[in-house]
């Protein structure tokens, strides 16, 4: 099947989430990425379609679109006004039957309880910094410091700040105090890995391939407790360690550590059943790679490490849109050969 055929076969439906309560310049950020995606899509051969998510009911918003006729590519991280709905939104998506890019509801409602996540790594002999979880300020019976403190129950680094990395036990009580009240929710404790981290994002069907490895490298912070990846590392460009977190692509790694390193990035993968794409987070002390997180929906911006990654890979930014929908279309029913055919051409 001719490549151009198969493309100009794959209708999207790119659906965001904007919520009215966000201020102008958030709802026009997150806009103007979407834009950019939809018109790189659109540049390889796709017919796209936006559809910003406004209101909580989804299914209302679906309502012109057939599922039997598109794609649905999911960058819809939450229904507005409704907290950890990211999973809600899968589910949806599944009982209309629309067929959509990356983790079913079940892999992303597992990936938003940390507790569970932990647990199945530990389960499965994956390496992963040793932890406890709190429901309250009990926590005498830890030991292990430097220790850092989250959320369970959160992603994108919310809570995660240099005051999150504690050294003491009256440091870790104030702490998880801290959690508890801003957060409402059980308490992840770590052992903190001071080390070397790697972000591996993978793409593929039967046996997802590994993109470049990304290193974020801390040399630029001589204190322990600024050397991790914050909330505002990600999303404010005002701050320090956004501007000083160097990006290392690819990652400078010995043959030995690169195949460790994918090795146990791929198990992960694996046991927490991402799909279509997805990122595992590492960090290495004393030659073991420790998993960090599993990230079954990571971001797609432009700037972000997997369109980084890819393009390093050789791949533009419109053909990441376009093989994630392409691998989605595999199982459609009416569309997987379109699917499979830009699988095949792009060598995914």
Known sequence: MPLKRAVACLPVLLIYNVDPVWTPHERDEVTRETRRLGSAMEAQGHAVTLVPITIADLAAQLAPHHPDDHIVFNWCECLPGVSHSEARVAEILESLHFVFTGADSKTLALSQD???????????????????????????????????????????????TSEAVVMSKNELRNRIRHVLET???PVLVEDFIDGREFRVAFWGENRPQALPIVEMAFSAFPDIRDRLCTYDSKFDPASLPYNQIETLLPAPLHEDEYRRLCETAATAYAVTRCRDYGRIDLRLRDGVFYVLDVNPNPDLSADASMAYAAEHAGFSYGALGSGLAAL??????????????LVQSLGI
């Open 114 to 160: 940390k507790q569970r996540v932990k647990a199945l790594l530990t389960a499965h002999s994956i390496p992963t910094p040793p932890w406890a979880v709190y429901a309250d300020l009990g926590a005498e019976e830890w030991e292990c410091f430097p220790a850092i403190v989250k959320p369970a129950r959160e992603h994108c680094s919310i809570g995660i």
């Open 328 to 341: 989605a279309a595999c199982r459609h029913p009416l569309l997987r050969e379109h699917g499979a055919a």
């Open 183 to 185: 957060y409402r929710q």
